[in-house]
């Protein structure tokens, strides 16, 4: 049996980095990782470039858990630190737009590099193809795994992930093990996921992408807007702007009817977008009004956008009322689609919920209930949005857990 100061389980991002925290404070430590491969998950980021964090993180950008909790782990290990630790490991970064940091290779597996070496310099045991079966604790934790090995372990740190992204290997199991310990969770939806509509139209411009901004009604809720691409599908809309609000959508669902808007010209008032409508008809008053808009939108999207203003298709210029006009130019600041369902948890890329906040200390992420068990990563009740956030927890959350357990 092999024995050791502190044991991780996943080695996503949350994992890599407890393991180096605790390994880098004199812990004897073991990363245990069902894949044949670490961090299968950083090289799924940023379209395979690695969104590493942002310049402007702060607890606003996450959802979950309280500000309190999340600004208290942010700020043992921030977006700052974040950069100094990757730049100390000779990864060059660079600065996109809204703050995005990416390493300037413009390769995730430049990321996956850098760490590997730095687990090997601080010598930790990196056991992959790895599959827990049963985690035991007759007097030390002794985690059992599949071949039949023995690892114990002083400290144990669950980094296993969420249930989304099926495929980069997450498959739940952490959160199994913590509930068969005392835990409970806060339900779970996916967060960062497409949207499936009632109407079917989305299906008749599918591949269709546009920038739009987003937001969502449900009875007295508004969310705030999202802007970006906007992708319409064959079961209804995705792309960042729309999958961004997922987070807020999912516990929606459950109460009252769900409406998502989508505005085709957030950078024009809805008189201004009217003033540029009347020049383009003026200027082609002898057509119709599908070809009056050929350099308005998108081919594909105008005779959906007329029908949905309720615009004969063969309407020329001339015979347009003023109020079918005005019609049209809300239907384009004000697309408005009916959610039926977030799509599965296995297509999502973040988890929103997870393991209650109330019973893990804050200052050290370890369990309240449970002395010498810790989380990181994407267990705990915390989703943050698009943009290098998600990854930024983990980073924050693991250095915290794995530095925490090796004291």
Not at 70 to 96: C, H, P, W, Y
Not at 176 to 192: D, R
Request: net charge neutral; proline share 4%.
């Amino acid at each position: 049996m092999a024995k050791y100061d502190t044991a991780i389980i996943g080695a996503g991002p949350a994992g890599i980095m407890a393991a180096i925290a605790a390994s880098g404070n004199g812990s004897r430590t073991v990363l245990i990782e069902r894949n044949p491969q670490i961090g299968r998950k950083i090289l799924a980021t940023g379209n395979g470039r690695c969104n590493l964090t942002n310049r402007f993180v702060s607890a606003a950008r996450y959802h979950g858990a309280t500000p309190e909790f999340i600004k208290g782990v942010l700020s043992r290990f921030d977006q700052n630190a974040t950069m100094k630790f990757f730049e100390d490991l000779g990864l060059v970064l660079k600065e996109e737009d809204n703050g995005r940091i990416f390493p300037r290779t413009n390769q995730a597996s430049s990321v996956v590099e850098v760490l590997k070496r730095k687990l090997m310099e601080n010598r930790v045991t990196v056991m992959l193809d790895s599959q827990v079966k049963a985690i035991e604790r007759p007097s030390a934790w002794r985690v059992v795994l599949l071949s039949g090995k023995l690892v114990e372990t002083d400290k144990l740190i669950l980094a296993t992930g969420g249930r989304a992204a099926h495929h980069l290997g997450s498959t739940g199991d952490g959160l199994y093990w913590a509930q068969k310990m005392g835990h409970s969770l806060t339900p779970i939806y996916p967060a960062l996921v497409p949207v499936e509509t009632v109407e079917l139209w989305p299906k008749e411009i599918q591949g269709l992408k546009v920038e739009a901004s987003v937001w969502v009604t449900s009875g007295d809720v508004t969310t705030d807007r999202t802007t970006g691409d906007v992708l319409f599908t064959a079961y209804g809309v995705s792309g960042p702007a729309v999958m961004a609000q997922a987070a807020h959508i999912g516990p929606l669902l459950s109460k009252c009817e769900v409406m998502l808007h989508i505005d085709m010209f957030p950078d024009l008032t809805e008189e201004e977008l009217d003033a540029l409508v009347v020049r383009l008809l003026q200027d082609n008053e002898k057509r119709m009004v599908a070809d009056a808009l050929i350099g308005l939108l998108p081919d594909s999207l105008i005779p959906t956008l007329i029908g949905l203003a309720s615009i004969d298709e063969g309407r020329k210029v001339g015979q347009l009322a003023r109020n079918k006009r005005l019609d049209l130019v809300k239907t384009m600041k004000n697309l408005t689609l009916t959610v039926s369902k977030l799509r599965p948890l296995k297509e999502a890329q973040v988890m929103a919920g997870g393991l209650h906040i109330d019973q893990i200390d804050a200052h050290t992420l370890e369990s309240r209930l449970v002395k010498g068990l810790y989380f990181a990563g994407e267990m705990i009740d915390v989703d943050g949005d698009s943009g290098g956030f998600n990854l930024q927890w983990a980073w924050s959350s693991g250095y915290v857990a794995g530095a925490s357990a090796c004291r």
